[in-house]
C-alpha cells in the first residue's frame, strides 16, 4: 500500500475545510440525495461524501457502508485530492498503491473506485464525491459526465449550510472532537444532549421572534417485539433507515435527534407560514413500510405526539416534551401509527408543576 502525500496546500486547505464548519455535523437529506442518485445513475453499491480531515476520512454522506469515517492513511480519497480531475481506479487489485490496503483486502471489499474532487471557493479541495463498486469496471464518457456533474452539486451544497441559526451557532461553537460526541453514531442525526441544547436555543429564538415551534415526539411501535423476534443488527438497520427517512420529510433547516433508544426528536422550526401537521403527517407516511434488514423484511411504523407552540412566553424545554410525550402515549393507546395533536393545557400544567416543584 502506497499512502497519498499531502497536497502542497495542506495547511490552507485544512483551514479552509475547518472553517466551513461541515465536519463532523449531522447527516442532512440534501447531501444524501445526491450520493442516493449517483448510486442510481452510475449502478454502484456504494457512494460517500468524503472530506479529507489531518489525520481521517469522515463521510458527510454515506450510502452502502455502516462506517462514518476511516484512516485517512488507508484513504483513496486521498490520492484523489491531489489533483482537480476525477480520480479512477478501474481495479484496485491491479493497482500498486492499493492491492493491499486493507479496505481492497478487507471489508468493503474495493475493486472499482472514482472520485470526484470537491472544490471549495479558494480552490481548495476538500474531499471528494466517490462511487465504489466490488468488482472491477469503467466509467463510460457519460458516466464520467454524471459524476462531475453530481460532484458540482455537492461542493455548491457544502458552501451554502441551510441548518437553522441555533444548530449553525451550536456547530460553530465546537471543536472536531465535541462534534464528533454530539452526533448519534448509529443514526447520525443529534444525540439527546445536543437536541436538547438545539431546543433550548430555539426556544429563545422563537420568544425573541414571537415565532411558532413545532416539536415532535415520535417512537417506533413494537420496537422492542422487532428487535427480540429479528436481532439487534436488524433493529439497527431500521433505526438508520428511519432516521434517513425522517430527515428526508423534514424541511433543511429543522433539527431531528434521536432521543431514546427508539425515540426521535424533531423540531419545525419557524412553521407559523406552514402547517406543522401536514409534515408529521409526511414523515409518518415516509417512515410507514417494509424496511428490509439483515433477517429479512420487517414492516415498521412510528407513532408521534405533535406539540404546536406560538411562542407568546418563556417555556422551559421539559414542559414542551411532556405535552408532546402525553399526545405520544394518546397516539400509542389509539392504535399507534398515528400522530395526535398536543394541547397547550398540557404545557401549562407541566409549567406549573415545575414552579411547584422548584
Not at 44 to 62: H, T
Not at 178 to 205: G, H, K, P
Amino acid at each position: 500500500m502506497i499512502e497519498a502525500p499531502l497536497p502542497a496546500d495542506e495547511n490552507d486547505r485544512l483551514r479552509t475545510l475547518h472553517g466551513m464548519n461541515i465536519l463532523y455535523t449531522p447527516a442532512e437529506d440534501r447531501i444524501d440525495r445526491v450520493t442516493r442518485l449517483a448510486c442510481r445513475l452510475l449502478n454502484v453499491p456504494i457512494a460517500l461524501v468524503s472530506l479529507v480531515d489531518n489525520e481521517c476520512q469522515w463521510f458527510k454522506s454515506v450510502q452502502g457502508l455502516d462506517a462514518s469515517e476511516t484512516p485517512r492513511a488507508v484513504s483513496f480519497c486521498a490520492h484523489a485530492i491531489l489533483d482537480g480531475d476525477t480520480f479512477i481506479v478501474p481495479d484496485a487489485l491491479e493497482d500498486p498503491r492499493f492491492a493491499d490496503n486493507p479496505l481492497v483486502a478487507g471489508e468493503p471489499h474495493i475493486r472499482f473506485y472514482a472520485g470526484q474532487p470537491l472544490v471549495a471557493d479558494d480552490g481548495s479541495r476538500l474531499g471528494t464525491l466517490c462511487v465504489i463498486d466490488r468488482e472491477p469496471r469503467k466509467l463510460s464518457a457519460e458516466d464520467l459526465e454524471t459524476l462531475r456533474d453530481l460532484g458540482g452539486w455537492v461542493a455548491s451544497e457544502l458552501r451554502l449550510s441551510q441548518l437553522s441559526e441555533a444548530q449553525r451557532q451550536l456547530i460553530a461553537e465546537r471543536q472536531d472532537l465535541q462534534r464528533r460526541a454530539m452526533i448519534d453514531s448509529l443514526t447520525r442525526v443529534w444525540n439527546r444532549e445536543s437536541i436538547l441544547e438545539v431546543l433550548d436555543r430555539e426556544i429563545e429564538r422563537a420568544v425573541r421572534e414571537r415565532g411558532e415551534l413545532g416539536v415532535i415526539l415520535a417512537d417506533l411501535d413494537h420496537f422492542k417485539q422487532i428487535n427480540d423476534t429479528y436481532g439487534h443488527p436488524a433493529g439497527d438497520t431500521i433505526l438508520r433507515d428511519v432516521a434517513k427517512n425522517i430527515r428526508g420529510a423534514i424541511r433543511t433547516y429543522d433539527a431531528v435527534g434521536r432521543y431514546g433508544g427508539e425515540e426521535f426528536l424533531i423540531l419545525l422550526i419557524n412553521c407559523r407560514n406552514h402547517d406543522p401537521a401536514a409534515i408529521a403527517e409526511r414523515i409518518r407516511n415516509r417512515v410507514a413500510g417494509e424496511y428490509e434488514t439483515p433477517a429479512g423484511p420487517v414492516d415498521v411504523s412510528l407513532s408521534m405526539g405533535l406539540l404546536v407552540w406560538p411562542a407568546t412566553e418563556r417555556v422551559e424545554a421539559v414542559s414542551l416534551i411532556a405535552a408532546a410525550d402525553k399526545a405520544l402515549y394518546r397516539a400509542k393507546s389509539n392504535g399507534r401509527d398515528r400522530v395526535e395533536p398536543a394541547w397547550l393545557d398540557s404545557v401549562k400544567d407541566e409549567s406549573e408543576a415545575d414552579l411547584t416543584a422548584g
